[in-house]
Every structure is written in C-alpha cells, then in structure tokens.
C-alpha cells in the first residue's frame, strides 16, 4: 500500500509457523539421602507438603538442603533417593494363635525408617492397625487373602507376603533389620550399567530432559563435584557445585581453582547461610540456595541482584574487597542489601568472557534441547534445496520466538548450498547455522551527574 496520507496502517501477516521456546528450564535435579522413598528412582518434587509425603521429614542433611532450595520456589526438583548397597528393609514375620507363620510384613523401601513401624494386631475390634510418624493405615480382619490383597494394593508403608492360611493372632510390635547401608561418594555418583539398563544415582538424572540445573547432596567434595561436572557437560545443563569450605573465604578461594574450565557449565556461591528450619537454625550450603533461585527465574535473567528467602544470617559478613575477590575468582557472593539478601552476581566458573554470564550459558543449553526436537522432523527427507528452506524456516520461526522472549539480542540463520555442498550431502549431512548475540546482564549501569550553570534553549 502507497503511504500518502499521515495515520496508522496496521499490516496483517500469517507466519509459516509461530515457535515459542517449548522447553523454558526452570527444574533442578538433585541427588540426596532421605528417610524413605523409592531408591534410584525419578521423583518429583514441587513442594515442601511434597518432600514430607514422597521423602519423609526433615532428618536427614539433604533433606533439610532440599527444604531450602524449594524455599526459593524453582518450578519443580527432580529428586533421586540414594541408599547404601548393603541397605535394607525392615520386616516382621507375624503369627497365628497356634504360632504358626500366618504372613510376613515388609516395609516398602529401604532404610532405617523401617524400624520405626508399627504392626498392632486386635482380633476382638478385628482391626490390623500399621503406623508410621503421621501416617496410620487400618485393615479389617476378615480372613488372610483378602487381607494381604488390601494391604499390597492400599498400603503406603508396607508390603504383605501371606505365609499360612490363618489370621495373625494379637500382637503389638515393629518391623526390625531395616537399614541406610553406607552411603559414600560414589553411591551419590552412581553409574549405568548399559546390559540391564539399569542406573543408580547421578545417573539417573539423565531419564529426565527436562532438568536444566543440577546439584548433589552428602558432604561436599570435589570428587562428587567434578562427576557432578561431567553429567551436566554431557546433557547440558548448569552443574551447582557445593562447595567444601562454604564458611571460609580463604580455603573457598583456593578451592574454586579445581573447577575453573572453559566451557562454563558450573557455578559456585559463597558464603553458607542461616536457614531456620523447624525453629532451629541450620546451615545450608548456598549452592542448594543458588540453585532453587536460579529455577525460580527466567532463562535470560541474571542471578545478579536476585534475593535469597528464608535466610537469617550468613556464615560470613563479606567486606566490599571480598566480594570483588570472589567474583574474580569465579564464586557468585551473597551479601545484605537492604532488608534482603541477595546474590551479587551470575556468573559461571568459567575463564572465558563468551561463557562468563551464567543465563549466557543456561539459554544456549536450552537452545540446543529444544532445537533438537524442533528439527527432528526433517531426519530421513530428501536432502534437497527444498529442505533446506523449510530447515531455515523452521530455525528462523523459533529464533524469532526465543528473541520476542528476551533470550537473545538478535540472531541469522543460515542453511544454503553453501553449507550443504555435494560431499556433505553424500554423508547424509545437513549443515544449518544459527548466529546468535546472546542477551547479556546490564551489571554495571552508570550515570553522570554534570553540574551546570544553566541550560541554554533556542527562542524565536
């Protein structure tokens, strides 16, 4: 349309396709030690109500870690329960009235917590009571098949094994023999054994594609630290190292050394906080703390001047020279501003500026998920110039989607024959590229403040 006469022309167009980012991060995993649960498995946790029901109370270290993270409210954390290989279920063997075996009770997971279950018996209200903490379960005593049938289908701490053809005879009692085994390093790590399928521990986090932030629980040490590395270098994602010395600034310097890279996949933060938790005061790694926020917020933004909640204290007062010595050295800091604690950077421990900014890598992480399941579609077409033009309108649709949303400044994508010449095609090789100018933090704004005597102004 020819533009004469001044006014507002709206142009109405139709896309080829309208691609948003699918997959927009946002889920920690995080391997721990809890008090009961499935072991080795995926499970989901998006609340504290939901840590209390799937992994039981606040008694271990990593629960208490993980009652801090989803105090940062992230999206969701995918959680795996790690026990010992010499680990355990409780059990009880019950009775009948001629002391005969009647059936054999046994707690549905391993650990200690076994223990601490309760069996009462009373033929005259004709009630099989089970009872763990708050959880209390009742099954009428009606004959033996129907009642190992309730249990294994209604039970939430148990499973039955009928043993005999009678009822079991009354008694109060509880299971025994359960047990945490010895968990160490390497039950945290895990490992995958490709012949079964089978995988234990940090391993298991791979099930999940989801997951774009991860972290592991026990004591901090480098050995779970750079395996922990390793996984999210793999799979991409954004590793949340805790740190040993998360209480001294000295040793925590030099410690940051061992996981200075390139590639910038691992993120450190100091000092320790405070975290009252069932009115007791307890210290948290802040990498637990780092990780929930950086969950909490979009993919693009920066930790920097991100608060921290439900912290009371810190296990370090950092000084303004001590916060540029941890930034330099690749450790995000956390001070008081204001009412509120906040981080005071985002940053990765990387030692090259292109991967510095930690939403520079977490979006380019993402990017590539979520490219991969976009182009999927093309696999097995005929490597033709036509393809080449839907891969590029493919790209460009999403790229336009990921810049309406913040996550790059600008990009330009390119899938031509230049790309593509006749050897790659005979590979079977399609070459697209996307250039893209990251969308960076404004960390340091400045303004000047000029003292004038008067402003001149034009007059007519």
């Not at 009630?127 to 099954?139: G, R, S």
């Not at 920097?304 to 050295?329: F, H, M, R």
Request: aromatic fraction near 8%; charge should be negative.
């Amino acid at each position: 349309m020819v533009k004469i006469v001044p006014g507002v022309y709206v142009e109405t167009k139709a896309e080829p396709y309208v691609v948003y980012p699918a997959f927009r991060g946002g889920v920690v995993g995080f391997v721990g030690q809890f008090e009961y649960g499935p072991e080795n498995e995926l499970i989901y946790i998006r609340s504290i109500s939901d840590m209390q029901k799937y992994l039981g109370g606040l008694t271990t270290d990593d629960a208490k870690s993980l009652y801090a993270m989803l105090l940062q409210r992230p999206k969701k954390v995918v959680v795996v329960r790690v026990v010992g290989s010499d680990a355990a279920k409780a059990s009880l063997t019950l009775q009948d009235s001629s002391a005969a075996d009647s059936l054999k009770l046994t707690a549905k997971y391993y650990g200690a917590y076994g223990n601490d279950i309760t069996v009462k018996v009373d033929s005259t209200e004709g009630k099989m009571t089970i009872t763990y903490a708050d959880i209390t379960e009742t099954y009428d005593l009606t004959d033996i098949d129907s009642l190992v049938n309730n249990i294994n289908s209604q039970s939430e701490l148990v499973v039955a094994e009928k043993l005999g053809d009678n009822l079991p005879a009354d008694i109060t009692n509880t299971l025994e023999g359960g047990s945490d085994g010895t968990v160490d390093d390497n039950t945290y790590i895990g490992n995958y054994d490709p012949s079964t399928g089978k995988r234990s521990g940090l391993y298991v986090l791979e099930e999940e594609p989801e997951i774009d932030i991860v972290t592991i629980g026990g004591t901090p040490s480098q050995t779970k630290n750079t395996a922990l590395i390793e996984h999210a270098r793999k799979n991409l994602r954004l590793a949340i190292c805790p740190l040993s010395e998360g209480a001294n600034l000295t040793n925590a310097l030099a410690e940051a050394a061992n996981y200075v890279d390139s590639d910038g996949f691992s993120v450190l933060a100091f000092p320790n906080a405070i975290v009252e938790i069932n009115k007791e005061e307890v210290e948290i790694n802040m990498a637990y703390l780092y990780a929930g926020t950086l969950a909490r917020i979009e993919a693009h933004r920066s930790t920097a001047n991100v608060p921290v909640y439900g912290v009371s204290k810190l296990t370090s007062n950092l000084t303004y020279e001590n916060v540029e010595e941890l930034i330099e050295n690749g450790i995000n800091p956390v001070t008081k501003k204001g009412r509120y604690f906040v981080f005071r950077h985002g940053i990765t421990t990387s030692n090259e500026s292109v991967w510095k900014q930690v939403q520079v890598r977490r979006v380019f992480n993402l990017l590539s998920h979520n490219l991969d399941s976009i182009l999927d579609e093309f696999v097995g077409r005929p490597h033709l110039p036509e393809l080449w033009a839907h891969v590029r309108a493919k790209l460009e649709a999403y790229m336009r989607g990921v810049k309406t949303a913040g996550w790059v400044f600008d990009f330009r994508v390119k899938c031509d024959e230049e790309l593509n010449p006749p050897e790659v095609r005979e590979q079977g090789i399609l070459n697209a590229r996307v250039d893209i100018q990251p969308t960076y933090a404004a960390l340091f704004i400045t303004v000047v403040l000029n003292k004038v005597l008067n402003f001149e102004t034009n007059r007519r």
